[in-house]
């Protein structure tokens, strides 16, 4: 079985770009969470959506957003970049919130 | 904030050594999960331990969980190279649904 697969593998952008990151989740799971890992740190919870829903949101700003579509892939979109939004950005499928997730290879961001 | 802590942060062994890592967190949990990470790709899912268990091997790993203390640990027996890693605990927000990282340990396993 396929796993969760995520795509772009790296990305290289500048300041004041945007971005769109995609994620396809394990076959049968309905929810869909995107962190930012930072080097040295752990990942952060950026959101989570659940049948297409958004059922929770970390501390990001308003430039972060992302949805999911009705074969519960998702998209994570990050506007006005800065250099600091430089991570790498994972997502996690569960077959509903609050299971154990698990991890896509992630999209390595660097933003120059 | 509920958050689990690891330790060490970083943990260098020879190969055949066992490796213990520790986590810490401040609320009470459902349950708590280990995850593997090599060279900043995709984390991998390791095991998980509900608050109702106190100990659960998965091959040469065991995981131990006190929740009187608020902590757990991961032991890796016989440790090899390929063990080489950064290794997270996780534990699930009380009432949410966003899983909470450590900053994790890093272990290095010589050869």
């Known amino acids: 079985d396929a796993g969760v697969t995520q795509s772009p593998t790296h990305l290289i952008k500048t300041r004041g770009q945007h971005v769109t990151l995609r994620c396809s989740p394990i076959s049968g799971h309905k929810s869909v969470s995107w962190y930012q890992q930072v080097l040295g740190q752990g990942p952060q919870f950026i959101f989570q959506?659940?049948?297409?829903?958004?059922?929770g949101r970390g501390n990001f700003p308003d430039r972060f957003s992302a949805r999911q579509f009705p074969n519960y892939s998702s998209e994570l979109n990050v506007n006005a970049l800065l250099l600091g939004d430089s991570a790498l950005y994972l997502c996690?499928?569960?077959?509903?919130?609050?299971?154990?997730?698990?991890f896509g290879p992630g999209t390595r961001l660097t933003v120059l | 904030s509920q958050q689990g802590e690891e330790d060490p942060q970083a943990l260098s062994i020879q190969e055949g050594e066992n490796a213990t890592m520790n986590c810490s967190y401040k609320?009470?949990?459902?349950?708590l999960q280990w995850y593997r990470q090599n060279s900043g790709r995709g984390l991998v899912h390791l095991i998980l331990i509900r608050s109702n268990e106190r100990e659960k091997h998965s091959g040469r790993l065991r995981v131990t969980l006190d929740t009187s203390k608020k902590s757990s640990s991961l032991l890796i027996t016989a440790s090899r190279a390929a063990d080489t890693a950064s290794y997270f605990c996780?534990?699930?927000?009380?009432?949410?649904?966003?899983?909470?990282f450590g900053a994790g340990t890093r272990l290095f396993v010589k050869a």
């Open positions: 996690a499928s569960s077959a509903a919130g609050g299971t154990a997730e698990f």
């Open positions: 996780a534990t699930p927000e009380t009432g949410g649904f966003k899983t909470i």
């Open positions: 959506y659940y049948e297409k829903e958004e059922r």
């Open positions: 609320t009470s949990i459902n349950n």
